[in-house]
């Protein structure tokens, strides 16, 4: 019986096997991340960005808990090819040979410009956003006390978000694939995406003219490329089923 035919409880045992899949993997990167944690803190702690900050842990369990949450990071990322390579597997049987490869390819894309947006948000913004911060402490003349554990929350409410959003030209490649989304209804929703792009570029950043147009502009661009790549994708989409079309037909006129 294929995958097509599976019944809806067979459906979901397939989704259980891959989920356990999953987790088994994430419990192994965990463990390889307790020993890459305490470097890339370090390493963290002592750049450009961070070295003239003095960081201060104002409750005891402050350490482990930057330690736990920096592993629980690492193993997130080490385990998210894992994941799409899951989810693709699950929702292959329902797609064409040709799809199914062409799919496939999103996998270390997506990892790509997720770290991409991971870069783009340490190495360009977040740098401007700790200057910005220093220099208006400086002008209302406040002392900062850096709290370790608020530093390093700080750093992951910037760099985490990019890196998901950074992703969105694939997603809405895979979801025009899919049949969900088309490039026109992207195009209707342009003004709507773009307020909420807004509203997201509003809560990530300082209240700054200049840092939110560093997040806002770049989301944009985002958007209107992931159009651009969703019009390849719906004229593959039509493509293929034009080509199937036509394949019944001779296979009619065959009989």
Same mark, same amino acid.
């Given at each position: 019986?294929?995958?097509? +035919? @599976?019944?809806?409880?067979?459906?979901?045992?397939?989704?259980?096997?891959?989920?356990?899949?999953?987790?088994?993997?994430?419990?192994?990167?965990?463990?390889?991340?307790?020993?890459?944690?305490?470097?890339?803190?370090?390493?963290?702690?002592?750049?450009?960005? *961070?070295?003239?900050?003095?960081?201060?842990?104002?409750?005891?369990? +402050?350490?482990?808990?930057?330690?736990?949450?920096?592993? @629980?990071?690492?193993?997130?990322?080490?385990?998210?090819?894992?994941?799409?390579?899951?989810?693709?597997?699950?929702?292959?049987?329902?797609?064409?040979?040709?799809?199914?490869?062409?799919?496939?390819?999103?996998?270390?894309?997506?990892?790509?410009?997720?770290?991409?947006?991971?870069?783009?948000?340490?190495? #360009?913004?977040?740098? =401007?956003?700790?200057?910005?911060?220093?220099?208006?402490?400086?002008?209302?003349?406040?002392?900062?006390? #850096?709290?370790?554990?608020?530093?390093?929350?700080?750093?992951?409410?910037?760099?985490?978000? &990019?890196? &998901?959003?950074?992703?969105?030209?694939?997603?809405?490649?895979?979801?025009?694939?899919?049949?969900?989304?088309?490039?026109?209804?992207?195009? $209707?929703?342009?003004?709507?995406? =773009?307020?909420?792009?807004?509203?997201?570029?509003?809560?990530?950043?300082?209240?700054?003219?200049?840092?939110?147009?560093?997040?806002?502009?770049?989301?944009?661009?985002?958007?209107?490329?992931?159009?651009? #790549?969703?019009?390849?994708?719906?004229? $593959?989409?039509?493509? *293929?089923?034009?080509?199937?079309? @036509?394949?019944?037909?001779?296979?009619?006129?065959?009989?």
């Amino acid at each position: 019986m294929s995958q097509r +035919d @599976m019944t809806v409880y067979e459906h979901i045992g397939e989704l259980q096997k891959r989920l356990m899949f999953v987790v088994v993997f994430f419990l192994l990167a965990v463990v390889v991340s307790f020993f890459l944690a305490e470097p890339l803190i370090r390493y963290l702690q002592h750049a450009d960005e *961070a070295k003239e900050l003095t960081m201060n842990a104002f409750r005891i369990t +402050d350490p482990l808990k930057i330690y736990m949450e920096m592993i @629980m990071f690492i193993a997130l990322i080490m385990t998210s090819p894992i994941i799409l390579f899951q989810v693709w597997s699950f929702v292959s049987p329902g797609l064409y040979e040709r799809e199914r490869k062409v799919t496939l390819s999103y996998i270390p894309v997506s990892l790509i410009l997720f770290l991409g947006g991971l870069s783009f948000s340490y190495f #360009i913004l977040f740098p =401007y956003i700790v200057k910005f911060m220093m220099g208006l402490s400086t002008n209302l003349n406040i002392e900062q006390v #850096i709290g370790i554990n608020e530093y390093f929350h700080f750093l992951f409410q910037i760099t985490i978000p &990019f890196g &998901f959003l950074f992703q969105l030209p694939v997603a809405m490649l895979f979801l025009t694939r899919l049949g969900i989304v088309t490039p026109m209804m992207m195009g $209707k929703m342009r003004k709507a995406a =773009y307020f909420i792009l807004l509203v997201i570029a509003a809560l990530i950043t300082p209240p700054d003219i200049v840092s939110h147009l560093m997040v806002t502009v770049p989301l944009f661009i985002l958007y209107e490329i992931s159009i651009w #790549i969703s019009k390849i994708g719906y004229k $593959k989409v039509i493509e *293929a089923e034009q080509k199937l079309e @036509m394949e019944k037909y001779e296979d009619i006129n065959k009989d």
